[in-house]
Nanobody, 125 residues
């Protein structure tokens, strides 16, 4: 399984970006896709996740009300709409895939077996 992320860039505070992540290869029908981010000097932190079948979502408190995660199962693609961006959102964003199923959206990076290359998001004040 491979994950390809795209959509990063540079915006001013208050702006918007949309990230995409597409999975290729063999996956189960039930999986969880998630977004994590890492800023310099920090750990890789959970941002948002979505369950493929149910569409159930989970967000980090810091992005609730500003970010929206969605998916297109036919395309095996996940999106992260990021609105009202803040300088604190600046980070490298990674998409990840959890094929274990049955656990819902988990918050720890160790739960995700497959990772895409990161995409840089820079928000200037």
């Amino acid at each position: 399984v491979q994950l390809q992320a795209s959509g990063g860039g540079s915006v001013q505070a208050g702006g918007s970006l949309r990230l995409s992540c597409t999975a290729s290869g063999r996956t189960s029908s039930s999986y969880v896709m998630g977004w994590f981010r890492r800023s310099p000097g920090n750990e890789r932190d959970f941002v948002a996740g979505i369950v493929s079948i149910s569409g159930n979502t989970r967000y980090a408190d810091s992005v609730k009300g500003r970010f929206t995660i969605s998916r297109d199962n036919a395309k095996k693609t996940m999106y992260l709409q990021m609105d009202n961006l803040e300088p604190g959102d600046t980070a490298v964003y990674y998409c990840a895939l959890d094929l274990s199923g049955g656990y819902g959206v988990r918050l720890t990076s160790q739960a995700y077996r497959y990772w895409g290359k990161g995409t840089q998001v820079t928000v200037s004040s």
